[in-house]
């Protein structure tokens, strides 16, 4: 059973609009969330993170925010632009073994 | 070279073939990981190292041996695979403590 869901395998957005992408996660025990984004024949770029102590971190136009008793993650990226279209996963673990645990990405494509 | 870097990016082989894929990391990272991604699955873990010590084999079938000879360089030897074993297989390195993990560009297998 997958313990991280991204359940929008893609998404449409008009450039210039905010993309939100979700992801929904099973274990408690997680306790640091990152997002990637990935581009045709490269490998996933880390993107940001947040740590189970905040539910918002910032930086630049991507935000995430955590919502722990729901457990649920969500990447905001505002404004879109072209080049961020690309397939974006969420990934969960908890600090003590290093391990990420992956979502199977959702394949954002911004329209212009 | 920086970065994470991985060769060949594409191989196609035999089931009755042996072939090995190289990764090398410019990072000064000591933990080192083999992934596997299917197409719209998630990223499955096969392999962790830490300071050339493996530390975590998730049920990956014997097919498939790493090497690690220092903490810059990673091997993952194939023999007799099979069809279902084709997919894109991912390279990623971290830094001790850190949960982020810098990927290459990855090696496209195909089994015949």
């Known amino acids: 059973d997958q313990q991280v869901k991204q359940n929008s395998p893609s998404l449409s957005v008009q450039e210039g609009r905010i993309s939100i992408l979700n992801c929904d996660y099973t274990?408690?025990?997680?306790?640091?969330f990152l997002w990637y984004k990935k581009y045709p024949a490269e490998g996933p770029t880390f993107l940001i993170s947040?740590?189970?102590i905040k539910d918002k971190n910032e930086d630049g136009r991507f935000t995430v925010f955590l919502n722990k008793s729901a457990k649920h993650l969500s990447l905001h990226i505002v404004p879109s632009q072209p080049g961020d279209s690309a397939v974006y996963f969420c990934?969960?673990?908890?600090?003590?073994?290093?391990?990420?645990?992956w979502g199977a990405g959702t394949k954002l494509i911004i329209k212009p | 070279e920086t970065g994470v870097t991985q060769t060949p990016r594409h191989l196609v082989m035999g089931m009755t073939n042996k072939k090995s894929l190289k990764c090398e990391q410019h990072?000064?990272?000591?933990?080192m990981y083999w992934y596997k991604q299917s197409a719209k699955k998630p990223l499955e873990l096969m392999f962790v190292?830490?300071?050339?010590?493996?530390?975590e084999n998730n049920s990956v079938p014997s097919r498939f041996s790493p090497e690690c000879p220092n903490s810059s360089h990673l091997f993952l030897h194939l023999h007799t695979l099979q069809p279902e074993d084709s997919a894109l297989y991912l390279c990623?390195?971290?830094?001790?403590?850190?949960?982020?993990?810098?990927f290459g560009p990855g090696t496209r297998l195909t089994v015949l």
């Open positions: 990623a390195s971290a830094s001790g403590g850190a949960m982020e993990q810098f």
């Open positions: 990072l000064g990272h000591n933990a």
């Open positions: 190292y830490n300071f050339k010590e493996q530390t």
């Open positions: 274990n408690s025990m997680f306790d640091y």
């Open positions: 947040i740590s189970s």
């Open positions: 990934a969960a673990s908890e600090r003590s073994n290093y391990q990420l645990i």
